[in-house]
């Protein structure tokens, strides 16, 4: 347990993942990729088209060492998919009825993809983030202040869900006028922050720049994200 003035927490999140054994994690893993590759090699033309590509089918795959029988998908074949069959392509593992949420790349290096999450999608996705900010620092105590990009970008409203599921406050700030963010940090009483890693530097400057005779306040850590690779469906 973790104490943190009159509040005592438990060390983990999701115990019953984080402190399961090797063995134990082992066979579930073998389990839940056995499932997976047989649910996704049924559900649409996209990884029917892979299978035959690799002259295999889905029982060829039980475990992590069998997955380099699988030929790679490029990005590129994602946008083909999605321009052929717009708007979501034919990879999309589910009923379009069960798209719960929408997102979009960017676009930087070439025609963006749309990411389609039901809702199965979203809620693993947010316990597993969660477990993240959680053994970062993260508790129910905290009032964070969110500073990702929410503009279609997966990253930054799915960061804010996976904070909130910690059981954290969290203001969704978002990119830009950092001005207003220091005082919104110092007025509404902010002790944690997610942002870029260069963000905070960003800020420093800013009071720098100002003079302002408050000290920012930030009691507790910052929680910094990178961009990580997410997979499509």
Known sequence: MLASGDMTYPALLDPDWEAISPGDLARAEAEALRRQVEYVAGA???????????GIGPAAIRSADDLEKLPFTTKAELRE???REPPFGDFLACDPAKVARIHR???STGQFVYTALSA??????TRVGARAFWAAGLRPHHRVVHCLNYQLWMGGFTDHTNLERTGAAVMPFGVGNTRLLVRVIRDAGIDAISGTPSYPRVL???VREERHEFAIGLRGKSW????PGRAPC
């Open 44 to 54: 649409g033309a996209f990884y029917q088209r892979k299978f035959a590509e690799a």
């Open 120 to 125: 199965s999608d979203i809620d693993w996705t």
């Open 81 to 83: 998919s999605q321009e």
């Open 204 to 206: 420093e400057s800013v």
């Open 224 to 227: 910094l994200e990178r961009n």
């Open 105 to 107: 790349t960017s676009g």
